[in-house]
């Protein structure tokens, strides 16, 4: 089992900063890659950024790329987003996920943390 909790989320004006962490616990030896994925009211969730175990690089979707940066620590305990930039349509409640497969799904989800972008 992996237990997540998000953190960092907030309320913040258009062109402004936040940085969401995630903290794992339980068997994190067990996780290959962790991820952000994000929900706004009314729609789908979506995939925000992914990084892996192997290596260092984040993979991004087209609507934050440049703006967002994940990473991580050593020992994959540890996972922030950092946000810049933010604009209105960033506002959504971020779930940090963790897959102990190489392969989705992801199976371990937190409970949310929600983020508010004013114009």
């Known amino acids: 089992q992996v237990q997540l909790v998000e953190s960092g989320g907030g309320m913040v004006q258009a062109g402004g900063s936040l940085r969401l962490s995630c903290a794992a616990s339980?068997?994190?030896?067990?996780?290959?890659?962790m991820a952000w994925f994000r929900q706004a009211p009314g729609k789908e969730r979506e995939f925000v950024a992914v990084?892996?175990?192997?290596?260092?690089?984040?993979g991004y979707a087209d609507a934050v790329k440049g703006r967002f940066t994940i990473s991580r620590d050593s020992a994959m305990n540890t996972v922030y987003l950092q946000m810049n930039s933010l604009k209105p349509e960033d506002t959504a409640v971020y779930y940090c996920?963790?897959?102990?497969?190489?392969?989705?799904?992801?199976?371990?989800w937190g409970q949310g943390t929600q983020v508010t972008v004013s114009s």
């Open positions: 339980g068997r994190t030896f067990s996780i290959w890659n």
């Open positions: 990084i892996r175990r192997s290596d260092d690089n984040g």
């Open positions: 996920a963790a897959q102990t497969t190489p392969m989705p799904p992801y199976k371990y």
